[in-house]
């Protein structure tokens, strides 16, 4: 039972265009959610959050957007680095528990 | 971002034989967290600590014990290791009052 799902495995985007990764949930009870960032032999680093009580959050070059009703989040990357290039996870969690769910991940290339 | 870290970074052991993976923790945060990677699963929680000597299961849970003893080290005990827990393996750690959490940098674990 995949919760929390990124449906896309992979995205390849030029330097300096956008990218824009995809998640989706199916647990109406998550109201937080979160994208972590990974890089080849290290841990994932927190990037950026949103909670439910907003669809939209930035920060610099990143910005995730909410869709409640549609049970989406995306996180936007304006302009694209080459140093963006590498696994995005998304996350989702409730604010009555302790734990997040995670999705599958995406990896994002970058082309110079 | 939180001073965590794991040992050992990379384990290769026998299919049978006990295993034992530290995390170690300096910003006394009060909950800490076991993952396993996968290809294709993302980030798949096995334990988590929400104080000392306070534990609950994940979603991949069977195979896998966890202790903690002191608020700055969790530990996750392989009692007879198999292949299929074959894996890389985060710790992570969250403040009480914040969503996000920090992981570690990985073990990488190989059962033949």
């Known amino acids: 039972d995949q919760q929390v799902k990124q449906n896309s495995p992979s995205l390849s985007v030029q330097e300096g265009r956008i990218s824009i990764l995809n998640c989706d949930y199916t647990?109406?009870?998550?109201?937080?959610f979160l994208w972590y960032k990974k890089y080849p032999a290290e841990g994932p680093t927190f990037l950026i959050s949103?909670?439910?009580?907003?669809d939209k959050n930035e920060d610099g070059r990143f910005t995730v957007f909410l869709n409640k009703s549609a049970k989406h989040l995306s996180l936007h990357i304006v302009p694209s680095q080459p140093g963006d290039s590498a696994v995005y996870f998304c996350?989702?969690?409730?604010?009555?528990?302790?734990?997040?769910?995670f999705g599958t991940g995406t990896r994002l290339a970058v082309r110079p | 971002d939180a001073g965590i870290t794991q040992s050992p970074r990379h384990k290769v052991t026998e299919t049978g034989t006990p295993v034992t993976l530290r995390c170690h923790q300096t910003?006394?945060?009060?909950?800490m967290y076991w993952y396993r990677q996968d290809p294709g699963h993302g980030l798949r929680l096995i334990h988590y600590?929400?104080?000392?000597?306070?534990?609950d299961k994940g979603e991949v849970s069977d195979g896998y014990s966890v202790s903690r003893s002191k608020t700055e080290d969790f530990l996750l005990t392989l009692e007879s290791a198999t292949s299929s827990q074959t894996s890389v393996y985060f710790c992570?750690?969250?403040?009480?009052?914040?969503?996000?959490?920090?992981f570690g940098p990985g073990t990488r674990l190989t059962v033949t």
């Open positions: 647990n109406s009870m998550f109201d937080y």
């Open positions: 600590s929400y104080g000392v000597k306070d534990t």
């Open positions: 996350a989702a969690g409730k604010s009555s528990g302790d734990k997040l769910t």
């Open positions: 949103i909670s439910s009580i907003k």
């Open positions: 910003e006394n945060h009060r909950y």
């Open positions: 992570a750690s969250r403040r009480g009052r914040s969503y996000e959490q920090y």
